[in-house]
Each structure stands twice: as C-alpha cells, then as structure tokens.
C-alpha cells in the first residue's frame, strides 16, 4: 500500500485547509486510515481516524469540533477538513494506515503504512 499525502500550506488563524491522503496499491484491503502531526521538537501524536468499512471516526480531543476526517471510497481518498486553524495546529500531517483489524489505535507504531508529510503552517 502507498500512501500520498497533500493539501498542506500557510494559512492564517481562523482559516481551513484540507488535506488528501490518497492510498494506491492494495488498497482494497486497507481496515483503518488516519491521521498524525509532528511538531519541531515533539513528538508524532494522533489527530483523527477512519474505519473504512463504514466510515467510523475517532479524533484527538484537541482537533473535535474543528477538525473532520472523511473518505471517498472511489478514490480511495481520505480527507481531513480542518477548520478554525490554531498555531498550534502547526506540525507536519502525516497519513498511516492498517490492513490489520483494530480500532482506537492513537500510536504511531500501531500502523502499518505511512505517507510522506505535507507541512500545516497556521500564522498568527
């Protein structure tokens, strides 16, 4: 499975941007897709997620009621809708994913495939 992450950018405080994780290869058997950031000098953390069988989500709580991760399946697309944008939402995003069965995963090692990152720079 490959994963190709984009949409990331500046934008300024109170703004949106939408990012795209576009998986390619075996796709089809893809169980769970999400979404984690890494800031300079932290550490990756989880940002939402999405079973892709019927289109559950979980989110951290620091991005609910902002953020919103949704896919399309015909693309085989997962998108993360991110709005009223804070600097601190500033990190680079990364897309992973899991052929594997399991739900709740918020840890880097627990997924399998990774996308490159797209960098989120939110000004102030």
């Known amino acids: 499975v490959q994963l190709q992450a984009s949409g990331g950018g500046l934008v300024q405080a109170g703004g949106s941007l939408r990012l795209s994780c576009a998986a390619s290869?075996?796709?089809?058997?893809?169980?769970?897709v999400g979404w984690f950031r890494q800031a300079p000098g932290k550490e990756r953390e989880f940002v939402a997620a999405?079973?892709?069988?019927?289109?559950?989500?979980y989110s951290a709580d620091s991005v609910k009621g902002r953020f919103t991760i949704s896919r399309d399946n015909a693309e085989n697309t997962v998108y993360l809708q991110m709005n009223s944008l804070k600097p601190e939402d500033t990190a680079v995003y990364y897309c992973?994913?899991?052929?594997?069965?399991?739900?709740?995963?918020?840890?880097?090692?627990?997924?399998?495939?990774w996308g490159q990152g797209t960098l989120v720079t939110v000004s102030s």
């Open positions: 290869g075996r796709a089809f058997r893809l169980y769970a």
């Open positions: 999405l079973r892709w069988s019927d289109g559950s989500t």
């Open positions: 992973a994913a899991n052929e594997r069965t399991g739900w709740g995963y918020v840890r880097p090692y627990q997924y399998e495939y």
